[in-house]
Nanobody, 114 residues
């Protein structure tokens, strides 16, 4: 199993970024994005199941959209109206089942300047 995330970068407040993560080596029921800011715990940002059911952290609802393209083994996170508090390392996460084993990507840095 391999997860390769990309798309992070530096953006001004109010801007947008799209993160991508190619998840190969298995079929994943659940794909998700987490983030970890300096000095804080890793937190769930958004998740999507194989039947396209989604969940979002309250802090990103209405601004971020998670989607998946199973033909490309890819999960996306479209981020709009970015704020400095969104600054963090973003990690993709994949689970073959709803519970149990999970896999992590290497993380991609998102920095939002004010």
């Amino acid at each position: 199993v391999q997860l390769q995330a990309s798309g992070g970068g530096l953006v001004q407040a109010g801007g947008s970024l799209r993160l991508s993560c190619v998840a190969s080596g298995s079929i994943f029921i659940l794909l998700a994005w987490y983030r970890q800011a300096p000095g804080k715990q890793r937190e769930l940002v958004a998740s999507i199941t194989s039947n396209r059911s989604t969940k979002y952290a309250d802090s990103v609802k209405g601004r971020f959209t998670i989607s998946r393209d199973d033909a490309k083994n890819t999960v996306y996170l479209q981020m709009t109206s970015l704020q400095p508090e969104d600054t963090a390392v973003y990690y993709c996460n994949a689970r073959p089942y709803m519970v149990g084993t999970q896999y992590w990507g290497q993380g991609t840095q998102v920095t939002v300047s004010s």
